[in-house]
């Protein structure tokens, strides 16, 4: 069992509709970043939480620390919404200088 | 413009041959890491530097080397690449390692080892 698992692995919505990307972990960790990896390949950091809730625009990220879940909500989605969002965590395990990463899930945003 | 910057970022070898592929970053980081990303398999560290001379393994370094001499430069070096070795690789930075410190990651580097 991978330490950092996403889901659903594929998504495909309609421009509008409220989208939400599951990452649960298994390790105990300080941190947990989402990231976004457009189709030409380059990954920009969405967002870095320990605890609670950050928004961005119409981005929405959450961190369960007791139940080891995030969210990555997306409000209003857009076509160029459409990319590979992968979560990691920097585990508190590994004296936190090692980020370990799920397998990213693809979002198609259609028109 | 704060950005981190690899070379080249494409490149096509044989095994065995010896490459460097450089990363540099001009935001005064003190951590760097490499990463490499293959179907499948998703992103997995290769190696991290919290500064200067200050370097440790990630989840795959076997196969790789790295150096950091200077604060803004952090290369990765294949002795002997083999076809495995094939992968999208990914230079980043960031401040420091807490949970307040964003990832800045390089355009990526293409390699293909035959």
């Known amino acids: 069992k991978n330490e950092v698992e996403q889901s659903p692995q594929n998504l495909t919505a309609q421009e509008g509709e409220f989208i939400t990307i599951n990452c649960s972990y298994s390790?105990?960790?300080?941190?947990l970043h989402w990231l976004q990896q457009h189709p030409g390949g380059g990954i920009v950091s969405l967002f870095m939480?320990?605890?609670g809730k950050k928004k961005h625009g119409r981005l929405i990220a959450t961190i369960n620390i007791q139940e080891k879940h995030s969210s990555l909500h997306i409000t209003a989605s857009h076509p160029r919404d459409s990319a590979v969002y992968i979560c990691a965590v920097r585990s508190r395990e590994t004296s936190g200088s090692r980020l370990t990463f799920g397998e990213g899930t693809q979002l198609t945003v259609n028109p | 413009e704060a950005q981190v910057t690899q070379n080249p970022r494409y490149l096509i070898t044989v095994t065995g041959k010896k490459l460097t592929v450089t990363c540099s970053q001009n935001m005064n980081h003190e951590y760097m890491s490499w990463y490499r990303q293959d179907p499948g398999l998703g992103l997995r560290q290769i190696y991290y530097s919290m500064n200067v001379e200050v370097t440790d393994k990630g989840d795959v370094p076997e196969g790789y080397k790295v150096s950091r001499k200077e604060k803004r430069n952090f290369p990765l070096i294949l002795e002997s690449p083999s076809p495995n070795q094939t992968s999208l690789y990914f230079c980043?930075?960031?401040?420091?390692?807490?949970?307040?410190?964003?990832?800045?990651f390089g355009p990526g580097t293409r390699l293909t080892v035959l």
């Open positions: 390790v105990g960790i300080s941190a």
């Open positions: 980043a930075s960031s401040r420091g390692q807490g949970a307040r410190n964003e990832q800045f």
């Open positions: 939480l320990s605890s």
